[in-house]
């Protein structure tokens, strides 16, 4: 089945330092790669996204490059933000079905101080 | 625009208690509609899907059913909660048949069973 590994954390950064959270997928066929951020307290919300392989999703200065030959898909910020503290999740959804199915990562909990 | 309203934002309930959330999409018709619980260290696991009125798909064997009466609602239940029934839970709603097949999520609803 398919299954979504993401660095765990908690990851700690000063403001203004680089940001990864690594991300690979084991799928069948071509799925679609999606990152999402939950604030404190608050829902999901889609940061960015890659529908095939070499896509490049960026959002809020962030990017992610869907690479097939290597099953991954982190997410990079160059500079990172007191307000980019948040939870990441990374997660895919299969090529086949018709009821779209999201498969999550466990997420990565981000604390950047100031 | 569409939103997604869940209620209640928080609940602590007893074990053995009964539970119901309920999940409302505005400005959709005909969404697929997701339960998701977020436990603590484990993620976000998908619990069921709909792809219509009536029509429920269990993702995990557990505790838990799902019901969809009307085309916009959809609610989680239980006959009795368990310890392990805390969470967050996240209803997402997606519509059919667009190519960017992006979920959105509700606010969610934080369950503490004591």
């Known amino acids: 089945g398919n299954s979504v590994t993401q660095m765990e954390g908690p990851v700690t950064l000063s403001e203004e330092a680089f940001l990864t959270i690594n991300c690979t997928y084991t799928a069948t066929g071509y799925p679609s790669l999606f990152w999402y951020v939950q604030y404190p307290g608050e829902g999901l919300q889609l940061l960015l996204k890659?529908?095939?392989?070499?896509d490049k999703g960026s959002n809020k200065g962030f990017e992610a490059t869907y690479r097939k030959e290597t099953t991954s898909f982190h997410l990079e910020k160059g500079s990172v933000q007191v307000s980019d503290s948040a939870v990441y999740f990374c997660a895919l959804r299969d090529s086949g079905g018709s009821n779209y199915k999201l498969t999550f990562g466990k997420g990565t909990l981000l604390t950047v101080n100031p | 625009s569409q939103t997604i309203h869940q209620w209640p934002a928080t609940l602590v309930q007893p074990v053995g208690s009964p539970l119901s959330l309920e999940c409302t999409v505005e400005g959709t018709s005909n969404p697929n509609l997701y339960w998701y619980r977020q436990a603590a260290g484990r993620g976000l696991q998908l619990l069921f899907y709909s792809v219509g009125i009536g029509q429920i798909s269990s993702e995990v064997p557990q505790n838990l059913s799902a019901s969809r009466p009307q085309d916009r609602q959809f609610i989680l239940s239980s006959k009795k909660l368990l310890l392990s029934d805390s969470g967050f839970y996240l209803c997402?709603?997606?519509?059919?048949?667009?190519?960017?097949?992006?979920?959105?999520f509700g606010p969610g609803t934080r369950l503490t069973v004591l």
């Open positions: 890659a529908t095939k392989a070499d």
């Open positions: 997402a709603w997606r519509v059919k048949g667009l190519g960017t097949n992006e979920q959105f």
